[in-house]
């Protein structure tokens, strides 16, 4: 890779990565060894002709389907595969969360991975020891830190991973679905790391597919599709152009109301949802309708959000309401909520509501509770006894008469 110095992290030009496909093993063997050089494969790409800029400092979200690139770009950009065609410029030092504990010797302790990913990150031994205390809290995984990490479940392992690549102080973070292995205890600390490193001017990529998480905590996002940049640009543009094309490929099978989680261990989270309750379960067309929402606290955070999602029988989502996006903050711990929604507009239909409770930066979840309670809307009818509205909601609106 090549190395500039200005304010450009990260610079990729013409970047293309394609790969040879034989629909047998034996076909490769049989394309080296052919005199006339008969061709036994096809050409996939992966990547092709990829141009991004990164400046430090931005939070970049990539987003996309399964099969897009994104890995593969990634990789590219860390150095574990090589581009068939194009450049990549890096400027910094960069920590990668792709493949949790790549690089870990498994007959090693933790603590011996420690220091020997310390080593390919370029630390020193007084730097790692330096670095080692923060290491060990953050994993927190007690004595078996000096078990090798081959006896280690797959939580401990990625509990290790994490805090070795995070607590390195990196230049460039980049951070891959690999968020969705640990517990939600630990998915909160990691987040709330990448939250400080905001204001140090650290460059980190983010992949994901959760919308609320790259509309809210990247300034840019990149959606890449069968191998090239759809579009890219501010977070919340390309967020809302992805949803959107996500919608047209849902497929309509109906969903059915979840029971609240009783049997969960609400001991592990910092806050979790105890109850949510509607005041009836059929409505009319502008009826008022009100959902209550209880709490339970076991730490004192007041760095939280609470969200309500309705979503039609299909389980396309109709609305979203959040106290973040009512800009309403929390100096304290409170217990109950109700979100009251007066003189409802949804027309004819069974409805789910979903909570959650997140950070302000709806990053990750404290509790979420999906479908949790259903509701079914009858039309209002009129003096002919027809509903006052058809379609997807009903249209508020006036008439002027002259």
């Known amino acids: ?4 110095m200005n304010n450009i992290s990260i610079e990729i030009k013409n970047l293309s990565k394609s ?6 093993p034996q076909d490769r063997l049989k394309e080296a060894l052919n005199p006339f050089r008969k061709s036994y494969h096809t050409i996939f790409n992966a990547l092709h002709d990829i141009n991004i800029e990164i400046s430090k400092g931005e939070v970049v979200g990539i987003i996309g389907k399964n099969g897009a690139g994104k890995s593969t770009l990634l990789k590219i950009i860390t150095g574990v595969l090589t581009p068939s065609e194009g450049e990549v410029t890096i400027q910094g030092k960069i920590s990668s969360l792709l493949e949790l504990g790549a690089g870990f010797n498994p007959d090693y302790s933790g603590l011996d991975n420690i220091y020997l990913q310390g080593t390919l990150m370029g630390l020193s031994k007084q730097d790692i020891d330096n670095r080692l205390n ?14 090798p990490v081959k006896t280690y479940s797959s939580g ?3 509990r290790l991973a994490f805090s070795t690549a995070i607590n390195v102080e990196p230049d460039i973070l980049i951070v891959d679905e690999a968020l969705s292995v640990g517990d939600m205890a630990f998915q909160e600390k990691c987040i709330t790391k990448m939250k400080s490193m905001l204001n140090e001017q650290r460059t980190i990529l983010f992949v994901s597919h959760s919308m609320p998480s790259i509309r809210n905590f990247c300034t840019k996002a990149i959606w890449l599709k069968d191998g090239k940049v759809h579009t890219s640009g ?6 809302d152009l992805y949803t959107e094309y996500m919608k047209s490929s849902l497929k309509e099978e109906k969903i059915t109301v979840n029971s609240l989680s009783t049997e969960k261990n609400t001991l592990n989270k910092s806050i979790y949802i105890k109850d949510v309750k509607l ?8 009826d008022d309708i009100n959902l209550a929402i209880e709490v ?20 396309k989502l109709v609305t979203l309401v959040n106290t973040i996006r009512d800009d309403l903050t929390f100096n304290k711990q409170h217990e109950t909520f109700i979100l009251n929604i007066p003189d409802n507009d949804f027309l004819s239909g069974k409805y789910f509501f979903s909570v959650s409770i997140s950070d302000t930066n709806v990053m990750f979840a404290y509790d979420r509770e999906d479908y949790i309670v259903e509701f079914v809307v009858e039309n209002k009818l009129s003096l002919k006894n027809i509903p006052i509205a058809e379609g997807e909601f009903r249209l508020k609106h006036n008439w002027v008469i002259k």
Not at 1 to 4: A, E, I, S, V
């Open 296 to 315: 339970g606290f076991n730490k004192d955070i007041t760095d939280y959000a609470i969200g309500v999602l309705v979503y039609d029988e299909f389980g």
């Open 279 to 286: 005041d009836t379960g059929i409505y009319q067309t502008g």
């Open 234 to 239: 501010e977070a919340h543009i390309v967020c």
């Open 19 to 24: 790969y040879k496909l034989y629909k047998k």
């Open 1 to 4: 890779m090549l190395f500039k």
């Open 134 to 147: 923060d290491i060990l809290e953050f994993a927190d995984i007690g004595e078996f830190i000096y078990q």
């Open 156 to 158: 401990m392992f990625a």
